[in-house]
Structures are given as structure tokens and as C-alpha cells.
């Protein structure tokens, strides 16, 4: 009996102690057509966005895609031409993606670095789909996400008068950008119909 657990044990060892070291092996991405390929990401460079050639920004991209998700602090997965892509995130941006929604239609302008990498380096005009929970002030209101979280935004333009249209628990698709703080600054208010 004894040996059957001894074979067990090592069987069990075996089988998942190679999985448990995910910090050394690279990221693949699948491509449109079931290739795969390296990610945009380095093994442990948790500081290739930084790298991104500031001398280059002529050779800034703009796409949009579909955010799939954040694969780590410094990261996100974008659905991109029909297959999924890691972008990496500077510093000063590392933060709004939080703000997105998995399925969310973003728009953004990225960079390669010297290894190749894709380095987000701003976000364009974005939508996204929210519950309207009402106005905290004439300048901003409050929306629940689809995960129930609760979110902000200031209001500016066209949204300052159409915010008066609104009741609370109105589904609302919302045109925002972020200003020089990072703050969502919705641009347009539209009602969905349920």
C-alpha cells in the first residue's frame, strides 16, 4: 500500500509541480487562423513599458479593438483584427484600464519598444455601456458597471444637458475620454432602450 502512495505522491508531483512556475515561461497569444506567437510581453521585464523609443512617437499606431481583460498590473489582452493581443501599459496609463469592462470597444495608440514589445500610450475616445444611478453633481454623475461596481463621470458638452433626460436605472452608452488626471470625462449620453 505503502508503495502506491509513494507512486502517487511522484505522479502528483510531477504532473503539477511543473505548472506552478508560470513566471519564466512566455505568454502566447493566439492569432486569427490558430497560430501562435510571442506576446508583447518580456519575461520578468516588469519595466519594458518604460523603454518605449520617445524619439520614434512618428511611429505611433492607432487601432481600436475589443478589451478582452488585464493579464497583469502592467498589462492587458486586446482583441485586435479577429485574435486576441498583449499590449503593455505605461506608467502614466497603467491606471485607466482598470476603468474598462471586459467587451468594452476601446480605441488607443501603442508603440513598439526596442524589444518588439506593444506599449500602449493613450487612450482615444471610448464607449462603453453603463446603469445610470444619478447625478452627484451638476458636473458628475454615478453609473454601475456591468460587474456592480460603482463608477463616475464628469460631464462636459453635449452630456451636461443630456444628463436631464435620465432616470435612475436608465442603461446608458456613454462617450468618454480621460483628462491630463486620468479622470473619465463623458462627451455623450445615450439612452438605450431595454
Not at 116 to 143: A, L, R
Request: aromatic letters at 8%.
Amino acid at each position: 500500500m505503502k508503495k502506491y502512495l509513494v507512486a502517487l505522491f511522484f505522479i502528483i508531483l510531477i504532473t503539477f509541480g511543473g505548472c506552478s512556475d508560470t513566471d519564466n515561461q512566455d505568454l502566447l497569444v493566439t492569432q486569427e487562423g490558430g497560430d501562435t506567437g510571442e506576446a508583447a510581453i518580456a519575461d520578468g521585464d516588469e519595466n519594458a513599458a518604460a523603454s518605449v523609443d520617445q524619439e520614434n512617437s512618428d511611429t505611433a499606431k492607432y487601432t481600436e479593438g475589443e478589451y478582452a481583460g488585464q493579464i497583469d498590473s502592467n498589462s492587458i489582452e486586446v482583441i485586435v483584427d479577429g485574435g486576441a493581443a498583449a499590449f503593455r501599459l505605461t506608467d502614466a496609463i497603467s491606471e485607466l484600464a482598470g476603468s474598462f469592462q471586459t467587451g468594452d470597444a476601446i480605441v488607443f495608440e501603442y508603440q513598439q519598444n526596442e524589444q518588439g514589445q506593444n506599449i500602449i500610450v493613450s487612450f482615444g475616445e471610448q464607449t462603453t455601456v453603463v446603469t445610470f444611478e444619478g447625478q452627484m453633481d451638476p458636473h458628475s454623475i454615478e453609473v454601475i458597471k456591468g460587474d456592480g461596481s460603482y463608477d463616475w463621470f464628469q460631464l462636459t458638452g453635449d452630456a451636461l444637458e443630456q444628463v436631464s433626460g435620465l432616470d435612475t436605472g436608465d442603461i446608458i452608452k456613454i462617450q468618454y475620454t480621460f483628462n491630463e488626471s486620468g479622470q473619465k470625462v463623458a462627451n455623450q449620453l445615450i439612452k438605450v432602450e431595454k
